[in-house]
């Protein structure tokens, strides 16, 4: 068994399919919901997650049934994680759903909301460590796919620091290839990233997008805890010891030569990353990104 299915299962007991399902679909769909209920879980398509995406935002949720495919809504997460898309199907969205409906409140004990960050976490790391090459696709980036996953994370749970603790540790060339990228982000002016050159019409692309998030949720930023940790640990000295510490990992891997010119560059740009780390919880809180100094994926 993934590693991952036996991670998320166990979380839940290793839930049997419920014997009967009461719970009444938002869009009506009872038939479908009841066909998701009986069909192995290792056989759920990810897509037929529609129907419970809707039910997480909007009803009144049955334990057996979420106990049941909220293991599958968590490996639908992670995939969507490591192949740089949304964790959308139609018109429902992961992110959005457990936000509207305080799903992790209301559904989770509090050892099982714990175990259930620690998943995101590990997901998170795992992404991570296989983020190498500075490869830039225009909009196609894939790291585009964690810096916006982040900041999902940080809207709809409160324990932000789990990831970034892990990251920068700094374990393995994978994470310090995604430290470099993001502190790049806080680096150069718009249009003079060495690692994500400027938007074109042709192959969009242009800044790391350290505002923006892959989620449907239009009303919220980070939550406070989040931001409040942020600005406690990231500061000036933090990027300056942080980039050097990275480039120092990568001396012997293919991505030092790039490294090594985003560390020369940074000594012209500090007063910019001093203002930066500052608004960067601030903005993070709001997800305002009309006055921003960083675009979304695509966009400049």
């Not at 038939?31 to 398509?45: G, P």
């Not at 969205?93 to 799903?103: I, L």
């Amino acid at each position: 068994m993934n590693p991952a299915w036996k991670q998320a299962r166990s979380i839940f007991h290793n839930s049997a399919p419920p014997r009967e399902v009461w719970e009444k679909q938002f869009d009506f769909f009872n038939d479908e919901l009841q066909r998701l209920c009986s069909t192995a879980w290792q056989e759920i398509d990810f897509a037929d997650l529609w129907f419970y995406y809707h039910d997480l935002a909007y009803v009144e949720l049955q334990p057996e049934v979420f106990s049941y495919l909220f293991p599958v809504c968590l490996m639908a997460w992670q995939d969507t994680l490591t192949k740089n898309v949304s964790c959308a199907s139609g018109d429902a969205e992961f992110h959005y759903a457990v936000h509207q409906g305080k799903v992790f409140d209301k559904m989770l004990k509090a050892g099982q909301k714990d175990k259930v960050f620690q998943f995101f976490k590990d997901a998170f790391i795992t992404r991570l460590d296989q983020e190498r090459g500075f490869i830039y696709l225009g909009s196609k980036t894939p790291a585009y796919g964690w810096m916006c996953r982040f900041n999902s994370l940080g809207i709809v749970m409160p324990r932000i620091d789990l990831l970034w603790e892990s990251w920068w540790t700094l374990e393995t060339p994978g994470r310090a290839v995604a430290a470099i990228q993001y502190i790049s982000g806080l680096v150069y002016p718009p249009g003079h990233n060495v690692l994500f050159p400027a938007w074109t019409p042709e192959h969009g692309g242009g800044e790391p997008p350290l505002l923006a998030h892959d989620s449907r949720i239009v009303d919220s930023g980070w939550m406070k805890e989040n931001t409040d940790f942020l600005h406690g640990v990231l500061s000036r000295e933090f990027v300056v010891e942080k980039l050097r510490d990275a480039v120092t990992l990568l001396a012997h891997e293919s991505e030092h030569e790039l490294a090594r010119q985003v560390e020369r560059d940074l000594p012209r740009h500090l007063a910019l990353v001093e203002r930066r780390v500052e608004e960067l919880p601030v903005l993070l809180g709001r997800l305002d990104i009309s006055d921003a100094w960083c675009a979304r994926p695509g966009e400049n």
